[in-house]
């Protein structure tokens, strides 16, 4: 069975920055491409960044330059890595495994997310 455990949401103020990290097992890890998505309330989940083995690297217009999303081989560990958050940010933020593109129906496993709200 696949787990997938986000942590580093939580409230901040715009401009701001936090640092979101998506725990896998060894095996998934090491097997899988890694998306990182959100949804905000009364919003359909959107794509936000990605990130294959092989180390391509693929963002949202409306993160680029802003977010940077990383693999820690280390810690069997996918960070998002968001500076200069703005009030719009302000979502569930969700990792997901086993997939590679830009849409919700492309991945198969999802952590359970964690909220990120950026106040004005």
């Known amino acids: 069975q696949v787990q997938l455990v986000e942590s580093g949401g939580g409230s901040v103020q715009a401009g701001a920055s936090l640092r979101l990290s998506c725990t896998a097992s060894?095996?998934?890890?090491?097997?899988?491409?890694f998306g990182w998505f959100r949804q905000a309330l009364g919003n359909e989940r959107e794509f936000v960044a990605l990130?294959?083995?092989?180390?391509?690297?693929r963002y949202a217009d409306s993160v680029k330059d802003r977010f940077t999303i990383s693999r820690d081989a280390a810690k069997n560990t996918v960070n998002l890595q968001m500076n200069s958050l703005r009030p719009e940010d302000t979502a569930v933020y969700y990792c997901a495994a086993r997939g590679w593109g830009t849409s919700v129906s492309d991945y198969r496993y999802w952590g359970q997310g964690t909220q990120v709200t950026v106040s004005s």
């Open positions: 060894e095996r998934t890890f090491t097997l899988y491409n």
């Open positions: 990130s294959s083995l092989s180390g391509v690297t």
